[in-house]
């Protein structure tokens, strides 16, 4: 099995572009689908990217997703950054065994 | 809107039992994976179990599995997550999800509110 790892926390100004990262411990991050929840304080989490970098319906395209093999991680860049936009911020992929894995999250905070 | 409403959740005693249900609207519920992620308090999600659109498919965390059992039942749009021989670390809120397809392992677009389950003597 691998592990998703995440910055515990980042912080950004409004109106700036920020990027979170998700590696994976092993294996190839390409191999499978990544997603990106965001979870706003006392709400559930949220779609806002699937399938790497796919957005739901209503995601505004401030928030994009992408795979970059050579460092193994997955990123979600938030451009035009909003109050709104301070979340935990989780991502998701699959190992062999159709198990989904997620990441422990990321903090982000919008000051 | 996609409406998830989960129940079932509640205070049980370690080595207990619980059933969560919940009760999907606003879409062909027949057509779409379902899945189960629960959180603990004050902790990152954590992925439970899941199961294709007609049911025959399941998959479970390793920390659940021989003691859960999810099901569907298509005709009355409800997904189920039978909790056995609950033990402290399966206390936290969870969520039931919708995915996008009809394959368990899909990823999830619409999720409910949460059940709160407390495992606990």
């Known amino acids: 099995n691998f592990m998703l790892t995440q910055p515990h926390s980042v912080s950004e100004s409004p109106g700036k572009t920020i990027t979170l990262s998700c590696t994976r411990s092993?294996?190839?991050?390409?191999?499978?689908?990544v997603q990106w929840y965001q979870q706003r304080p006392g709400s559930s989490p949220t779609t806002v990217i699937y399938e790497d970098n796919e957005r739901p319906a209503g995601v505004p395209d401030r928030f994009s997703g992408s795979i970059d093999s050579s460092s193994n991680s997955a990123s979600l860049t938030i451009s035009g950054l909003r109050t709104e936009d301070e979340a935990d911020y989780y991502c998701?992929?699959?190992?062999?065994?159709?198990?989904?894995?997620f990441g422990g999250g990321t903090k982000l905070t919008v000051l | 809107e996609v409406r998830l409403v989960e129940s079932g959740g509640g205070l049980v005693q370690p080595g207990g039992s619980l059933r969560l249900s919940c009760a999907a609207s606003e879409f062909t519920f027949s057509s779409y994976a379902m899945g189960w992620v629960r959180q603990a308090p004050g902790r990152g999600l954590e992925w439970v179990s899941c199961i294709s659109a007609g049911g025959t498919s399941t998959y479970y965390a390793d920390s659940v599995k021989g003691r859960f059992i999810i099901s569907r039942d298509n005709s009355k749009n409800t997904l189920f997550l039978q909790m056995n021989s609950l033990r402290a670390e399966d206390t936290a809120l969870y969520y039931c999800?919708?995915?996008?397809?009809?394959?368990?392992?899909?990823?999830?677009?619409?999720w409910g509110q949460g059940t709160l389950v407390t495992v606990s003597s």
């Open positions: 999800a919708k995915g996008i397809r009809r394959y368990a392992q899909t990823p999830l677009d619409y």
């Open positions: 998701q992929s699959y190992d062999t065994a159709n198990h989904a894995v």
């Open positions: 092993s294996g190839n991050i390409a191999n499978n689908y």
